[in-house]
Nanobody
Framework: QVQLVESGGGLVQAGGSLRLSCAAS????????MGWFRQAPGKEREFVSA??????????YYADSVKGRFTISRDNAKNTVYLQMNSLKPEDTAVYSC?????????????????????WGQGTQVTVSS
Protein backbone atom coordinates (compact mmCIF):
# COMPACT_ATOMS: atom_id res chain seq x y z
CA GLN A 1 0.00 0.00 0.00
CA VAL A 2 1.48 3.32 -1.10
CA GLN A 3 0.63 6.41 0.86
CA LEU A 4 1.37 10.03 0.10
CA VAL A 5 1.00 12.45 2.98
CA GLU A 6 1.17 16.19 2.43
CA SER A 7 2.00 18.76 5.08
CA GLY A 8 2.98 22.39 5.34
CA GLY A 9 -0.20 24.10 4.25
CA GLY A 10 -1.73 26.98 6.15
CA LEU A 11 -2.80 30.59 6.09
CA VAL A 12 -0.35 33.20 4.85
CA GLN A 13 -0.54 36.80 3.73
CA ALA A 14 0.01 37.77 0.13
CA GLY A 15 3.71 37.98 -0.59
CA GLY A 16 4.52 35.34 1.99
CA SER A 17 6.00 31.87 1.63
CA LEU A 18 5.13 28.31 2.48
CA ARG A 19 6.89 25.00 1.93
CA LEU A 20 4.80 21.95 1.26
CA SER A 21 6.10 18.46 1.85
CA CYS A 22 4.88 15.16 0.47
CA ALA A 23 6.18 12.05 2.15
CA ALA A 24 5.77 8.79 0.30
CA SER A 25 5.63 5.51 2.15
CA UNK A 26 5.06 1.95 1.20
CA UNK A 27 6.90 -1.25 0.66
CA UNK A 28 9.93 -0.51 -1.51
CA UNK A 29 8.11 2.42 -3.08
CA UNK A 30 10.13 4.74 -5.24
CA UNK A 31 8.79 6.97 -7.94
CA UNK A 32 10.72 8.60 -10.75
CA UNK A 33 8.00 11.18 -11.36
CA MET A 34 6.14 13.14 -8.73
CA GLY A 35 3.98 16.17 -9.07
CA TRP A 36 1.88 18.78 -7.35
CA PHE A 37 -1.63 19.74 -8.38
CA ARG A 38 -4.09 22.16 -6.84
CA GLN A 39 -7.81 22.69 -6.79
CA ALA A 40 -9.43 25.97 -5.91
CA PRO A 41 -13.09 26.17 -4.84
CA GLY A 42 -15.40 25.81 -7.82
CA LYS A 43 -12.53 25.01 -10.20
CA GLU A 44 -11.04 21.91 -11.67
CA ARG A 45 -7.80 20.51 -10.37
CA GLU A 46 -4.82 21.94 -12.22
CA PHE A 47 -1.17 21.11 -12.65
CA VAL A 48 1.31 23.09 -10.58
CA SER A 49 4.70 21.42 -10.84
CA ALA A 50 6.43 18.10 -11.49
CA UNK A 51 9.83 16.58 -11.04
CA UNK A 52 11.18 13.50 -12.73
CA UNK A 53 14.40 11.55 -12.82
CA UNK A 54 15.55 9.76 -15.96
CA UNK A 55 18.80 8.43 -17.38
CA UNK A 56 19.71 11.97 -18.44
CA UNK A 57 19.17 13.47 -15.01
CA UNK A 58 16.42 15.34 -13.22
CA UNK A 59 13.96 17.72 -14.83
CA UNK A 60 11.35 20.03 -13.39
CA TYR A 61 8.19 21.50 -14.87
CA TYR A 62 6.00 24.38 -13.77
CA ALA A 63 2.67 25.86 -14.70
CA ASP A 64 3.07 29.33 -16.17
CA SER A 65 1.12 30.80 -13.26
CA VAL A 66 3.74 29.70 -10.71
CA LYS A 67 6.94 29.83 -12.75
CA GLY A 68 9.56 31.93 -11.02
CA ARG A 69 7.75 31.77 -7.68
CA PHE A 70 7.52 28.05 -6.88
CA THR A 71 10.34 25.52 -6.72
CA ILE A 72 9.93 21.77 -6.63
CA SER A 73 12.60 19.50 -5.21
CA ARG A 74 12.97 16.03 -3.81
CA ASP A 75 14.97 14.18 -1.20
CA ASN A 76 15.36 10.63 -2.44
CA ALA A 77 16.73 9.37 0.85
CA LYS A 78 13.57 10.52 2.59
CA ASN A 79 11.23 9.67 -0.30
CA THR A 80 9.89 13.19 -0.01
CA VAL A 81 9.09 15.89 -2.52
CA TYR A 82 8.84 19.54 -1.60
CA LEU A 83 7.16 22.59 -3.08
CA GLN A 84 8.65 25.89 -1.99
CA MET A 85 6.12 28.62 -2.66
CA ASN A 86 7.26 32.23 -2.57
CA SER A 87 5.54 35.51 -3.40
CA LEU A 88 2.19 33.89 -2.80
CA LYS A 89 -0.91 35.49 -4.24
CA PRO A 90 -4.57 35.16 -3.24
CA GLU A 91 -5.17 33.24 -6.46
CA ASP A 92 -2.82 30.55 -5.18
CA THR A 93 -5.44 29.63 -2.58
CA ALA A 94 -6.35 25.98 -3.13
CA VAL A 95 -6.04 22.46 -1.83
CA TYR A 96 -2.62 21.21 -2.93
CA SER A 97 -2.19 17.52 -3.60
CA CYS A 98 0.88 15.56 -4.48
CA UNK A 99 0.95 12.65 -6.86
CA UNK A 100 3.35 9.88 -7.77
CA UNK A 101 3.74 7.79 -10.84
CA UNK A 102 4.25 4.04 -10.77
CA UNK A 103 6.70 2.59 -13.23
CA UNK A 104 9.16 3.93 -15.76
CA UNK A 105 9.20 7.49 -17.01
CA UNK A 106 10.04 8.84 -20.43
CA UNK A 107 12.94 11.17 -20.94
CA UNK A 108 10.90 13.47 -23.18
CA UNK A 109 7.45 13.49 -21.57
CA UNK A 110 6.64 16.23 -19.02
CA UNK A 111 4.06 14.37 -16.86
CA UNK A 112 1.77 17.32 -16.28
CA UNK A 113 -1.58 15.55 -16.55
CA UNK A 114 -3.56 13.98 -13.73
CA UNK A 115 -3.79 10.77 -15.72
CA UNK A 116 0.00 10.48 -15.66
CA UNK A 117 -0.10 9.63 -11.96
CA UNK A 118 -1.15 6.54 -10.05
CA UNK A 119 -1.06 7.60 -6.41
CA TRP A 120 -2.48 10.68 -4.75
CA GLY A 121 -2.33 12.29 -1.36
CA GLN A 122 -5.31 13.71 0.50
CA GLY A 123 -4.22 17.30 0.03
CA THR A 124 -3.29 20.23 2.20
CA GLN A 125 -5.08 23.57 2.28
CA VAL A 126 -3.20 26.72 1.32
CA THR A 127 -4.97 30.00 1.93
CA VAL A 128 -3.43 33.30 0.90
CA SER A 129 -5.05 36.42 2.28
CA SER A 130 -4.89 39.78 0.53
Amino acid sequence: QVQLVESGGGLVQAGGSLRLSCAASGRTFSSDAMGWFRQAPGKEREFVSAIKVTWSGGRTYYADSVKGRFTISRDNAKNTVYLQMNSLKPEDTAVYSCAARRGAVSNDYPYIRESDYDYWGQGTQVTVSS
